[in-house]
């Protein structure tokens, strides 16, 4: 089972950028699907990000235009890059690869 640790959460102004990343304790096949999921409280977790293994991505309508996923498998790394956050964007963000998951890194955009 793979092992993930995520980092790069943070606080942030409204309009702020911060770039998530999630390390896997081993290899992450080029062949497996990678996605970012986040839960604010008192809602369910929900998809942000999906980045397959053909290259096709697809984002939640919410954060299309302002999100970007990539993933760099030498460094066994799936990134999420987020421009213009909004305070609606504040939640739990956790990466899934293979049905596991990482602790989760905390996002919170408010002035």
């Given amino acids: 089972q793979v092992q993930l640790v995520e980092s790069g959460g943070g606080l942030v102004q409204p309009g702020g950028s911060l770039t998530l990343s999630c390390v896997a304790s081993g290899s992450i096949s080029s062949l497996y699907a990678v996605s970012w999921y986040r839960q604010a409280p008192g ?41 213009s956050l909004k305070p609606e964007d504040t939640a739990v963000y956790y ?3 293979i049905g596991s998951w990482g602790q ?3 996002v919170t955009v408010s002035s």
């Fill in 95 to 97: 990466c899934n690869v």
């Fill in 43 to 83: 809602k369910q977790r929900e998809l942000v990000a999906i980045l397959r293994s053909g290259g096709s991505t697809n984002y939640a309508d919410s954060v299309k235009g302002r999100f970007t996923i990539s993933r760099d498998n030498a460094k066994k790394t799936v990134y999420l890059q987020m421009n």
């Fill in 104 to 106: 989760g890194t905390q």
